[in-house]
Nanobody, 120 residues
C-alpha cells in the first residue's frame, strides 16, 4: 500500500516562507502525478499545485508567483516551496500521488496533512 508522509508545516508570519515535503513509499512502480491540496476551516479542499512525472506544473491562481512545486523522482518526493505567505494561506496541506504500484495496480493515495498557519 502506497503511503505518503508530509512534513514542513508550521507557524510563520505573513510574508514568510515555508517548504513542505511529501515522501511516498510502499511498492511504488511509478508516480504519474503528485499534487498539493489544502483545506481551510469551513472551506472545501482545493488544489494548490500539481506536477506530472515529466515536470509539467499547474497552480491555483491564488498561489501563482508565490508557490513552486517540484519533485525528486529518485526519492519519490514532492516539495512545495511557499514564499510571501498570507494569512489566507492558512490551512491543512495534503499531499496526493497517483500512479502504478508493483503488480500493475493503480493507486491514488493521500497523506494525513500538515498544518500551515500564517499570522498577520
Amino acid at each position: 500500500q502506497v503511503q505518503l508522509v508530509e512534513s514542513g508545516g508550521g507557524l510563520v508570519q505573513a510574508g514568510g516562507s515555508l517548504r513542505l515535503s511529501c515522501a511516498a513509499s510502499g511498492g511504488i512502480s511509478s508516480i504519474n502525478f503528485m499534487a498539493w491540496y489544502r483545506q481551510a476551516p469551513g472551506k472545501q479542499r482545493e488544489l494548490v499545485a500539481g506536477i506530472t512525472s515529466g515536470g509539467s506544473t499547474n497552480y491555483a491562481d491564488s498561489v501563482k508567483g508565490r508557490f513552486t512545486i517540484s519533485r525528486d523522482n529518485a526519492k519519490n518526493t514532492v516539495f512545495l516551496q511557499m514564499f510571501s505567505l498570507k494569512p489566507e494561506d492558512t490551512a491543512v496541506y495534503y499531499c496526493r500521488a497517483e500512479g502504478v504500484a508493483y503488480g500493475s495496480n493503480w493507486y491514488d493515495s493521500r497523506g494525513q496533512g500538515t498544518q500551515v498557519t500564517v499570522s498577520s
